[in-house]
């Protein structure tokens, strides 16, 4: 991968902070550890010739560009970041992600959005399921039209977790 030099993004933070009855919950999480993050992508080509998919390996990339950047190129893309987004739990990162444009180097033109994923999976723990990753996809990538849905993204996790932790003591 080749990454395009530019201004520093500032990430957007959400910290979600539990609370139960008016007050803070005491809950600590650590970071996760790398064996305990899924990772994978979106991709949303300009061309309509290529098709949008998930991504979960370089060929995925290759293979969804195909119609844009040939059937056999299999050399480096550049990368440029647009927007970066985190969703944390008590100052603890469980998911992250950030739009990039994918430029093809031999020409210099941008030819897809790419958003790459990262989820802590002690708190998303059907994140390896290729399903449950599309929908996420799904959801995630409509921050293209709604400048609203990370925020509510983040409070949908909040009010799961909350909901969560009234059904395992109940």
Do not use: C
């Not at 991504?55 to 893309?77: F, M, N, P, Q």
Request: hydrophobic letters at 40%; charged letters at 25%.
């Amino acid at each position: 991968m080749k990454y395009v030099q530019g201004a520093p993004i500032e990430p957007m933070k959400y910290n979600i902070v539990l609370m139960k009855n008016g007050q803070k919950m005491d809950f600590s999480l650590a970071p996760a550890p790398i064996e305990q993050i899924t990772r994978f992508g979106f991709v949303l080509p300009h061309d309509m010739r290529a098709q949008a998919k998930l991504v979960v390996s370089d060929e995925d990339l290759y293979s969804a560009l195909a119609a844009v950047i040939g059937k056999t190129y299999r050399g480096e893309l550049g990368y440029h970041t647009r927007k970066q987004t985190i969703i944390a739990l008590h100052e603890t990162a469980i998911l992250g992600y950030q739009r990039q444009a994918i430029i093809d180097p031999r020409i210099g033109n941008e030819v897809a959005l790419f958003w790459e994923i990262y989820l802590d999976q002690r708190i998303f723990p059907t994140s390896e399921v290729t399903e449950w990753q599309e929908t996420m996809a799904q959801i995630i990538i409509s921050e293209l039209s709604d400048p609203q849905a990370d925020a509510q993204l983040a409070e949908d996790i909040k009010n799961k977790l909350l909901q969560d932790t009234d059904s395992a003591k109940g």
